[in-house]
């Protein structure tokens, strides 16, 4: 039971500590308890806590928006907001459709994702979602996207560059556009870095550009989805910056208002609203879009990022947590691979580093070292790797406000955790 949390530490009801080494779900990206934060949300609450966006603009809002247009690529001077990330995909989905059907493109409706991938939990994010325990529930009563494998090269064994690689897997999507007919395809959407369902991947360089060029050759919208890879988690306001790709839209949540409240955002290109509004307006809203209050947190929120440099933390921060992770595939030959970029990092565990095979399914480590590491005062966040069906890996990804010292704390608890789940492996008869 959650008692309080400040910086980053949480405290339970009985008195424990825990290190948030995960952000809480990759939210939580300037700590706890700020008190510049708490003092803009006491100082709006005194003045509204609601107006209904048909009704009435508001500061809070307006000022977020134009900030966010600041740090977004040229062009996406529009920012609808949201509540959350399943939200801000869906919104997505429904402006890249409006648009097309607005401007005569009305039979194009597929919106081609990658698998696996993790875009919410919503009808329509869950239909451009690749993750099955998530989606096979509820296939029946949504509409399955097509889609093309993750460009995961750390599986890969071939002769290839990394680079090579990068194309091969960008060329999948022409292929895949080819093959259901280029008429048909409305947008290709992705996580420039990835998040829950594939453990903070990065593709090549070559993959990014590649990308775009092939949604340009077709008329394809590109959707990224910087849920969690935007608000400066990465090192950059927005993980399209590392690549300096424009999207045609993206989606940003969670580190937006960093856990302090719902709140989430759809970022669009000009070209796409102006032909909406044109044609009657956007037929699409949420009761909490815009929310004054919600808004005042996120503008504090962002200025806590820029004011204190917190972009530049997390990549420096990041650099040394990455290889500090990296230096336990020196000593624990069950850890894989190690990934991501920023604060955005995961490692992988397996059952041979040669193949990649992972361990055993029914052992489940990655529900078991997130277990040991919560007993020994450290929060990670773990999903299946392969698919959702098999395989482990866990997200590492401390609030931006991370130092060295809170470094050391993670990796000392996280090699007793590794220590004591390798001697569990070894007692069950698993040895990689």
Avoid at 73 to 97: I, N, Q, T, Y
Avoid at 411 to 423: E, N, P, V, Y
Wanted: with cysteine; proline share 5%; hydrophobic share 40%.
């Amino acid at each position: 039971m959650l008692d309080r949390a400040e910086g980053m530490y949480l405290w339970d009801t009985e008195g424990k500590r825990y290190l948030d080494g995960c952000s809480g779900a990759m939210v939580s990206n300037i700590g706890h308890s700020n008190p510049r934060v708490l003092e803009a949300m006491r100082r709006q609450m005194e003045r509204s806590t609601f107006g209904y966006r048909l009704h009435f603009e508001n500061e809070p809002a307006e000022q977020l928006a134009a900030q966010i247009a600041d740090l977004a690529p040229a062009g996406h001077d529009r920012v609808f907001f949201v509540s959350g990330g399943s939200e801000a995909v869906e919104s997505c989905l429904k402006l890249a459709r409006q648009f097309a059907f607005v401007t005569g493109q009305g039979s194009r409706w597929r919106v081609i994702t990658r698998t696996p991938s993790y875009h919410g939990s919503t009808l329509g994010a869950l239909s451009v979602t690749g993750y099955q325990p998530l989606t096979k529930p509820f296939t029946p009563i949504t509409c399955r996207m097509p889609a093309i494998p993750a460009p995961r090269c750390y599986l890969d064994r071939d002769s290839l560059t990394e680079e090579e690689r990068g194309v091969r897997y960008a060329d999948m999507l022409r292929d895949k556009i080819i093959e259901l007919g280029p008429e048909s395809i409305l947008a290709f959407i992705m996580e420039p870095v990835g998040g829950a369902s594939t453990g903070a991947l990065v593709a090549p360089d070559s993959y990014y550009p590649r990308i775009r060029e092939i949604c340009d050759e077709f008329g394809i919208l590109l959707i990224y989805d910087e849920v969690m890879s935007g608000a400066g988690r990465t090192g950059a306001y927005l993980a399209a910056e590392h690549w300096r790709i424009k999207p045609d839209i993206i989606a940003l949540a969670k580190g937006l208002a960093a856990g302090y409240v719902p709140l989430g955002a759809m970022l669009a290109d000009d070209r796409l609203i102006d032909p909406v509004l044109n044609a009657g307006g956007f037929q699409h809203g949420y009761t909490y879009a815009g929310n004054p209050l919600a808004c005042a947190a996120g503008l504090a929120v962002t200025d806590e990022i820029l004011e204190q440099g917190l972009m530049n933390q997390a990549t420096v921060i990041g650099s040394l947590l990455k290889s500090e992770l990296k230096s336990l595939m020196d000593d624990y030959a069950i850890v894989g691979d190690v990934r991501g970029k920023g604060l955005l990092l995961a490692f992988e565990l397996v059952g041979d580093r040669q193949t990649m095979q992972p361990l055993p399914a029914d052992f489940n480590a990655y529900a078991r070292l997130v277990e040991l590491a919560y007993e020994r005062g450290l929060i990670i966040y773990s999903r299946r790797t392969r698919d959702g069906i098999e395989g482990d890996h866990f997200m590492v990804c401390p609030p931006m406000i991370a130092t060295t010292d809170h470094v050391g704390e993670i990796m000392r608890t996280l090699r007793d955790s590794l220590d004591t789940l390798q001697d569990e492996l070894a007692r069950a008869g698993i040895s990689p």
